[in-house]
């Protein structure tokens, strides 16, 4: 018996690309625009760290449906007869079918699943359309799919940072440094009052330790400090 689809194309077919990673629903640049080929699955620009190992292939969009690029694609199957499409000075392919209903067909090629209108020699206008043409006619995919070990993204792919996790650790260190300086505010309280001066070594190392943190947080734990400081000038 021949080969049936494999996983990773089966899972270009299903998934869906363009929408927000379930993953990433707090951060910017979240939609899904990566197929995982290892994986089976769409994935976003925050994603593409953990997958960095695996074969990735950038999904793209155009008239409102996903395309791939013809030079990345043809590494995975054979795309000829399968008409392209040129977006930034490169080509690309559709991925599923665009079927389109004609009452009269003039002369000239057809897509053999979708009768969409064809640029001659081609003969089918997506990915999905050839396949189910092949599996139909020859019952067998082996002799069009492809050995591919390593698939990157293109270089021009711009991966943003992660601010998700980077927000929430140093938030969760503010918080810890508050905690730490609430539970020993009576100890420092006691060392600035023997030291009031803030030319003190101890002052200045507790003090470029809590700045060093995640700007964002500075802020309020310079006031934190200063409220405290005024306490001790109080006391005294």
């Known amino acids: 018996m021949g080969i049936q689809k494999p996983a990773w194309l089966d899972g270009l077919y299903a998934q869906k690309f363009f929408v927000g990673c379930c993953y990433h629903e707090t951060v910017k640049k979240n939609e899904k625009n990566v197929y995982c080929l290892d994986c089976c699955i769409s994935i976003c620009p925050h994603c593409v760290p953990s997958h960095r190992f695996h074969r990735l292939l950038q999904v793209r969009r155009y008239v409102y449906h996903d395309v791939v690029r013809l030079e990345d694609l043809q590494k995975l199957i ?44 081609f003969i089918h ?36 940072p992660d601010m998700g996790d980077e927000n929430e650790t140093s938030h969760s260190t503010i918080s810890d440094e508050l905690q730490n300086w609430s539970s020993g505010s009576e100890n420092f309280s006691t060392a600035m009052a023997d030291n009031s001066d803030h ?38």
């Open 78 to 121: 054979d795309c000829s007869n399968v008409q392209a499409y040129t977006i930034n000075s490169a080509k690309v392919v559709f991925i599923k079918k665009r079927p389109q209903n004609r009452q009269f067909k003039g002369s000239g090629n057809y897509c053999t699943s979708c009768d969409r209108s064809l640029q001659d020699p």
């Open 199 to 236: 030319n003190n070594p101890q002052y200045q190392n507790r003090h470029h330790q809590i700045v060093r943190k995640k700007r964002s947080g500075c802020i309020c734990v310079g006031d934190q400090l200063q409220r405290c400081l005024m306490r001790t000038s109080l006391q005294e």
């Open 125 to 160: 206008c997506s990915l999905g359309c050839k396949v189910d043409f092949v599996l139909k006619h020859y019952k067998d995919l082996a002799l069009f799919l492809r050995t591919c070990n390593t698939l990157t993204l293109s270089p021009d792919f711009l991966i943003p």
